[in-house]
């Protein structure tokens, strides 16, 4: 039975995460356009196997895996960095074990590296700073109330 795994690519790299908890006797086999990947694993501890001719060559020998508790990561490093690769597969067809990691994935292609950091500083900024619908609290908070205390019988002070 295939494991269930997300995929995102970068600019030299392309990683794939298998979600297998608790993963035992795992075999990662990198090719230069193929990744071999068994364990055993899950709450059923199921065999898994994944066999995938990939869109494009990897470097086998640059290319690594890292196993957690919760799933184990693929880095396959690129045989050509820079390329873009539009799904991980050779062939067109939708695996259902298959999907996109889209909190991580980045649209990398015909930026620079500069560009791209300064679009990364700007989303992490407009992040921060809070507000409604994603645009940022302009320090009118507070005003949606403002009917509701003019209507109250209490006596505001004057001021002046």
């Not at 193929?34 to 060559?57: A, M, P, Q, W």
């Not at 620079?112 to 809070?130: A, H, I, P, Q």
């Not at 507070?142 to 205390?149: A, R, V």
Request: hydrophobic share 30%.
């Amino acid at each position: 039975q295939p494991a269930t795994a997300k995929w995102y690519d970068r600019r030299d790299s392309v990683f794939i995460e298998f979600l297998v908890e608790d993963s035992k006797d795992l075999q990662v086999k990198f090719e230069k356009s193929k990744l071999d990947f068994r364990c055993v694993g899950g709450i059923e501890t199921l065999k898994h196997h994944n066999e995938l001719d990939l869109f494009d060559s990897i470097d086998p020998n640059a290319s690594k895996h890292k196993r957690t508790d919760r799933s184990v990561l693929c880095c396959l490093k690129k045989a050509e960095a820079g390329r873009a690769w539009p799904r991980l597969t050779k062939d067109k067809a939708k695996f259902q074990w298959l999907g996109v990691d889209f909190n991580n994935w980045k649209d990398w292609e015909d930026d620079s590296d500069e560009d791209l950091s300064s679009f990364d500083k700007f989303s992490e900024m407009m992040n921060t700073m809070g507000g409604e619908d994603g645009m940022p609290d302009l320090g009118m908070g507070g005003m949606e109330g403002l009917e509701e205390h003019d209507s109250d019988d209490e006596k505001m002070p004057d001021l002046e």
